[in-house]
């Protein structure tokens, strides 16, 4: 089954580069990594990131231009730490599950992509609000 995420509406950029579609192993080792690394004083927003998650996906398109980009921080940062133990072990328990992490890392990377291209997105926030780290 395929879930998604969408990041925005803005039509100024290409349909395309404004969702990501992907299967639910996939979403799940860097949407669940992602949420993982939110800290408790941002857990307002990681509810507020994950509230249309389910089934489908993910939903970005209303959240608030400081929650997203504290979102955005902290997918890099899971994936600054991605392929973790987990992801190793899952590579390394079958023949078939051989180069599952650099798959997913592939994708990871199409998605950041996407997020750094919303309106939203502001490099020098997320620089200063990680110095700041809560």
Request: aromatic share 18%.
């Amino acid at each position: 089954m395929s879930q998604h995420i969408w990041v925005n509406f803005d039509e100024n950029i290409e349909p395309e580069n404004r969702f990501w579609i992907t299967n639910a192993f996939v979403f799940n080792n860097i949407f669940n990594r992602t949420r993982e690394s939110f800290k408790s004083p941002e857990w307002a927003c990681q509810e507020a990131c994950y509230q249309y998650s389910g089934i489908e996906g993910l939903e970005l398109s209303y959240v608030d231009k400081d929650c997203f980009n504290i979102f955005c921080a902290r997918c890099e940062e899971a994936f600054n730490k991605y392929p973790d133990e987990k992801a190793m072990e899952y590579e390394n328990s079958s023949e078939d599950r051989r180069g599952t992490y650099e798959h997913v890392a592939w994708e990871w990377t199409e998605i950041i992509n996407r997020l750094r291209l919303d309106v939203r997105y502001d490099p020098l926030w997320i620089a200063e609000y990680i110095i700041k780290d809560p």
